[in-house]
């Protein structure tokens, strides 16, 4: 029947979808979601009832002309066949997954003048509507998730079923450079591909790795555009959180150098002799590193150094100013000469690092110093390294405890703390949640470290700490130079 067909022919509704895959990660790839080519902008007419009506009224004609006899029985077959058609085609549903994706609906007819907005839930009766995401709308009722006003672009984005401009959708979805602050660009292959500080999770573009983007020489991330690090004055950077706790001069750290020898006395290693303390410069130091003939500082880059040798090394005696430009100006030094009256000269410091950072570092190097002076002789390089380093991680965890606890014991020593020294505080006191942080980041490099003394020696001397207790660990690298 030519009016069966007609029925089933259906229409041409357009459909619109968007797509959005991704995942975050170290290194995360973020695919930008396929925008529609149909926009929502084909309105729809209602003359298909129009033609069903006529095509209905010209085949009950024909069939009257004909003066043919209507078998009873296939015209209840016909018409069941066409209930259960019909019934199909009103009810077709179109399903949505749970990533953005939205399937491609069939086109399908409405035989009903009744139409509910998927947006507001009335009827649509002017006869104008929108068909796309698997339902009709109003077209002031298709609005953006983003910033609710009507999409009337050609092509929009979904995501979670819900519709969005493409300028909002990236505005909200897609990632952001934490250093330039741009949009994340897409890589060759259209993928969208960024880098993460894996301790701090800062987000960059891959190219700052190549564009000498400034780090932060301590805590290592990058610097934003829209912030201005402090330089010093052998070319370091040192981000504004860092420079609040920074120790810049050698009496600045004589509070930080007792504080150190105390916490070896408590371990029963008290360093009975007198070792000077010196704050120095990048250039200071490396000089000092290549006179020394048996020296041991610490890797890879050089900020820390136990001596054995008579020399003259070039001292800060004075902290220095920030200047224009957040340059470190008016640094002042002095030659200072150091004697041989044990088997430790100086431990040297590099300047310019935060107090924790610089107390971690002085810890190892004391370690160096208190073997020494103890006799310990042939042992192998990566034991040495390795138990200095248990040391320093052994002290920045009994900071990390003072410093959780701090917060509550610091506000009713505020007062008598006020009329003390001028110096940073040692033990207690207000500690930012930065520092805290900063704490757990030195924690976690001296954890990962992957070096073959420094990382592969630290990890053999905590498991043997923790096994046999420091004491009998440190007897037996005596006897045997190695880790028990």
Same mark, same amino acid.
């Given at each position: ?114 139409? =509910? &907005?998927? /947006? *507001?839930?009335?009827? %649509?009766? @002017?006869?104008? #509507? ?7 709308? $109003?077209?002031?009722?298709? =609005? &953006?998730? /983003? *910033?609710?006003?009507? %999409?009337? @672009?050609?092509? #929009? ?7 969005? $401009?493409?300028?909002?959708? =990236? ?11 741009? #949009? ?301």
């Amino acid at each position: 029947m030519g009016w069966l067909k007609k029925i089933f022919k259906g229409s041409t509704h357009g459909t619109c979808e968007g797509q959005y895959r991704g995942k975050y990660d170290v290194n995360v790839v973020w695919n930008e979601p396929s925008k529609t080519s149909e926009g929502p902008s084909q309105y729809k007419d209602e003359d298909e009832d129009e033609d069903l009506d006529h095509a209905i009224a010209v085949s009950l004609s024909e069939e009257e002309c004909k003066g043919k006899a209507i078998d009873k029985k296939p015209q209840i077959e016909e018409d069941e066949q066409l209930a259960r058609a019909l019934h199909d085609s009103l009810n077709a549903s179109y399903p949505f997954n749970n990533i953005g994706q939205i399937y491609r609906p069939s086109p399908f007819s409405f035989l009903s003048t009744f139409r =509910r &907005c998927a /947006g *507001c839930h009335r009827e %649509i009766t @002017d006869g104008r #509507f929108l068909s796309c995401m698997g339902a009709i709308w $109003h077209p002031e009722c298709l =609005r &953006c998730y /983003g *910033c609710n006003n009507p %999409i009337s @672009d050609n092509e #929009f984005s979904v995501h979670g079923n819900r519709p969005y $401009h493409a300028s909002c959708y =990236r505005e909200l979805r897609q990632p952001k450079c934490d250093v330039c602050k741009s #949009f994340i660009p897409s890589n060759v292959f259209g993928l969208i591909e960024y880098k993460a500080h894996p301790f701090w999770q800062q987000k960059y573009c891959p190219s700052h790795d190549y564009d000498h983007t400034p780090r932060c020489c301590s805590c290592e991330r990058m610097e934003p555009r829209d912030m201005k690090y402090i330089t010093l004055d052998d070319g370091r950077k040192l981000c504004l959180e860092c420079l609040d706790s920074v120790i810049m001069d050698t009496n600045e750290c004589q509070p930080l150098f007792q504080f150190i020898k105390e916490f070896y006395e408590g371990l029963n290693m008290k360093i009975e002799q007198q070792i000077p303390l010196l704050l120095v410069e990048r250039q200071a130091l490396n000089e000092a590193m290549e006179s020394e003939r048996n020296g041991t500082h610490h890797l890879p880059e050089t900020r820390g150094l136990c001596l054995a040798e008579e020399q003259i090394v070039s001292v800060i005696s004075r902290r220095p100013t920030i200047g224009p430009g957040n340059m470190i100006t008016d640094i002042l030094t002095r030659p200072y000469r150091l004697v041989r009256q044990c088997e430790v000269t100086a431990i040297l410091i590099l300047y310019g690092l935060p107090r924790l950072l610089t107390g971690t570092i002085l810890a190892h190097e004391m370690m160096h110093g208190w073997m020494r002076l103890q006799g310990f002789r042939g042992i192998n390089h990566a034991v040495e390294e390795g138990i200095c380093q248990v040391l320093a991680h052994m002290w920045l965890e009994a900071e990390i405890a003072a410093g959780s606890s701090s917060n509550s014991a610091s506000s009713s020593s505020s007062s008598s703390s006020s009329s003390s020294s001028s110096s940073r505080p040692t033990r207690k006191g207000i500690r930012s949640q930065f520092e805290k942080k900063f704490a757990l980041f030195i924690k976690y490099q001296m954890e990962s470290d992957t070096s073959q003394a420094y990382g592969d020696g630290f990890r053999a001397g905590l498991r043997a700490v923790q096994t046999y207790g420091l004491r009998q660990t440190l007897n037996h690298i005596r006897r045997t130079g190695i880790f028990p």
